[in-house]
């Protein structure tokens, strides 16, 4: 692949735009690693994000970079990658996220980048650029992550029942107190080590595309370090509009439920992040708490709210694709 002449301003601007989306992807998704340690009253909302913050950067040194490499490499062929190509992802994917916290709705900003990526690059090329195996494994974790987020949400509460059979409510609740310190921890952990893999991925493409880097050559570890930082500074100021919706809303939790959906959402967000697949943290932990719920019984599960999170889901990819194929078109004007 031929280097493209891109201004080092231009690229300079770009991972600016990148960063400012890991940014709002840890903004976002805070309420994912936070919003049930915060409705249990485990934690004050301000000690929360600085808890998962910290977790957040931590991953840096946990996690290999498959998932940078899944995006970075996997979604769209490299050579058909350039500039106008990134200008517009970032543009489709912001907006997206700018909406759907505005309306307090739990999306997932791991899928707005990947449409973002796909609707920008159908604007540029058509679909032949895109790699039908890097997409697919996407889309099917749109299922497959929140499935067994749920299953093993409501197989850690069925187990910790057993456990605590014979215990009283108070003694659980002080024991469980604690331990959702743990399983907050965990779950930002993996949060970080998914999440801000992403925006690595995306100016790893920016990078390859402008000859700055060659496809054989490691990320820069500059690259890496910033988009830690970035998404763990988003999650420090906290997406406060979707908080209610996932630790109220769709469930009633206490400390016991929430350690067991935070524990079964890190224990799938670590297996997708092993296999180097970009999940949504925001499908997982939602999965796991209606699990987690309906564990208790069906009707504590406000099954009305879950339903119109789903089909927030259903409409990111391609809501966040048809904005980014206008931020492609934009781009050609502006950059």
């Known amino acids: 692949m031929e280097p493209l002449?891109?201004?080092?301003?231009?690229?300079?601007?770009?991972?600016?735009?990148?960063?400012?989306?890991?940014?709002?992807?840890?903004?976002h998704d805070a309420a994912n690693a936070i919003a049930t340690v915060v409705s249990t009253g485990v934690l004050k909302p301000h000690q929360a994000v600085a808890w998962a913050a910290m977790f957040n950067f931590i991953a840096l040194f946990v996690f290999h970079l498959k998932v940078a490499s899944t995006v970075g490499k996997g979604i769209v062929d490299p050579?058909?990658?350039?500039?106008?190509?990134?200008?517009?992802?970032?543009?489709?994917?912001?907006?997206?996220?700018?909406?759907?916290?505005?309306?307090?709705?739990?999306?997932?900003?791991?899928?707005?980048?990947?449409?973002?990526?796909?609707?920008?690059?159908?604007?540029?090329?058509?679909t032949g650029?895109?790699?039908?195996?890097?997409?697919?494994?996407?889309?099917?974790?749109?299922?497959?992550?929140?499935?067994?987020?749920?299953?093993?949400?409501?197989?850690?509460?069925?187990?910790?029942?057993?456990?605590?059979?014979n215990k009283t409510q108070r003694r659980v609740d002080k024991w469980f107190r604690r331990l959702q310190l743990v399983s907050a921890g965990l779950y930002s952990l993996g949060h970080g080590g998914n999440d801000a893999q992403k925006t690595v991925g995306i100016i790893w493409m920016l990078l390859l595309a402008a000859g700055m880097t060659a496809p054989g050559e490691p990320v820069p570890s500059w690259v890496v370090?910033?988009?830690?930082?970035?998404?763990?500074?988003?999650?420090?100021?906290?997406?406060?509009?979707?908080?209610?919706?996932?630790?109220?809303?769709?469930?009633?939790?206490?400390?016991?439920?929430?350690?067991?959906?935070?524990?079964?959402?890190?224990?799938?967000?670590?297996?997708?992040?092993?296999?180097?697949?970009?999940?949504?943290?925001?499908?997982?932990?939602?999965?796991?708490?209606v699990g987690v719920g309906s564990v208790r019984k069906a009707s504590a599960v406000r099954w009305g709210v879950a339903g119109g999170i789903v089909w927030a889901w259903i409409l990111t990819i391609p809501c966040a694709a048809v904005m980014a194929a206008g931020g492609y078109w934009m781009g050609r004007f502006i950059l």
């Not at 002449?5 to 903004?27: C, K, T």
């Not at 509460?157 to 605590?164: D, E, F, G, S, T």
Request: aromatic share 10%.
């Open 5 to 27: 002449h891109i201004s080092l301003w231009v690229v300079v601007g770009l991972v600016a735009v990148a960063l400012a989306f890991d940014f709002m992807n840890g903004f």
């Open 79 to 126: 050579a058909a990658v350039d500039h106008y190509l990134i200008f517009g992802a970032l543009l489709g994917a912001i907006a997206w996220n700018i909406i759907t916290w505005y309306y307090g709705i739990p999306s997932s900003s791991s899928h707005a980048l990947i449409g973002g990526i796909v609707g920008a690059t159908i604007a540029k090329a058509g």
């Open 129 to 165: 650029p895109l790699i039908a195996e890097g997409i697919t494994r996407t889309v099917i974790f749109i299922v497959v992550s929140p499935v067994v987020g749920y299953l093993l949400g409501s197989l850690m509460m069925v187990l910790v029942a057993w456990i605590c059979r």
């Open 225 to 289: 370090i910033l988009c830690y930082l970035a998404i763990g500074c988003g999650t420090l100021f906290g997406g406060w509009r979707i908080v209610k919706t996932m630790g109220q809303r769709i469930t009633q939790l206490k400390p016991v439920g929430g350690f067991c959906a935070e524990t079964g959402g890190a224990l799938t967000l670590f297996m997708a992040s092993a296999l180097g697949i970009p999940v949504s943290t925001t499908h997982t932990i939602t999965g796991a708490i």
